[in-house]
């Protein structure tokens, strides 16, 4: 049971260029979703998705398009990576319904955009 | 909207003595659930305790337990006989209404010193 998975663990991009963040959960998880981690402002949503075929936009959307097209995997596409794009990215997974210790993280990526 | 406020960006206490990290929240839902999370300088978000807005009783999670005050809108984590390894950023997060869409505070630095 590996849990939840985030490929690659360190990018560096330079500005312009694209690229997918991985994720992907074993565990038949319906909710899954990605935040990102700046200095100073905790982890803030990017997307999210409810189950497979079904995305929507958390907080800090722009600059950032999902999809998802089996309950396992949710990756993450910069089109255009910008500097201010430069963060630490975690991807999250859980049951429709959370409590306690249910909400299951990978271990970031960081991403940093020249 | 759900808010996190924690207002303590750093914090630094003695090893083996108690301390406490502060977060305040701001929701209109009356179903939620409180988090701490605990990140090392590793990177990873390890779960700590968990409050959910209709548990009579304050959690408790070994020498973790979270002080909640519902009329006050407060839910401070407390650390007992503090550990060098408990030094780390600690988030205080909230989840409202269901799914999984975890809304954080800008997180407390601890500093454990000998």
């Known amino acids: 049971n590996a849990g939840v998975t985030q490929t690659p663990k360190f990018q560096v991009l330079k500005t312009g260029q694209s690229m997918t963040l991985q994720c992907a959960q074993d565990?038949?998880?319906?909710?899954m979703s990605w935040y990102r981690q700046d200095p100073g402002m905790g982890l803030r949503l990017i997307h999210y998705s409810v189950g497979a075929g079904i995305t929507d936009q958390g907080e800090v959307p722009n600059g950032y398009n999902v999809s998802r097209s089996t309950t396992e995997d949710f990756p993450l596409r910069l089109l255009s990576a910008a500097p201010s794009q430069t963060s630490v990215y975690f991807c999250?997974?859980?049951?429709?319904?959370?409590?306690?210790?249910?909400?299951?993280f990978g271990e970031g990526s960081w991403l940093t955009v020249v | 909207a759900q808010k996190i406020t924690q207002t303590q960006p750093g914090m630094f206490v003695q090893e083996k003595e108690a301390v406490t990290l502060d977060c305040t929240y701001d929701?209109?839902?009356?179903?939620?659930?409180l988090f701490w999370y605990k990140q090392p300088s590793s990177g990873e978000m390890i779960f700590l305790i968990y409050?959910?807005?209709?548990?009579?009783q304050n959690a408790t999670e070994g020498r973790y337990s979270l002080n909640f005050q519902k009329a006050r809108k407060s839910a401070n984590l407390v650390i007992s006989a503090s550990q060098l390894g408990d030094s780390a950023m600690y988030f205080c997060a909230m989840i409202a209404g269901g799914g999984n869409k975890l809304t954080f505070g800008t997180g407390t630095q601890l500093k454990v010193e000998l």
């Open positions: 999250a997974s859980s049951y429709s319904w959370v409590t306690g210790n249910t909400i299951y």
């Open positions: 565990m038949n998880h319906e909710y």
């Open positions: 409050q959910g807005s209709y548990d009579q």
């Open positions: 929701t209109s839902d009356p179903s939620y659930g």
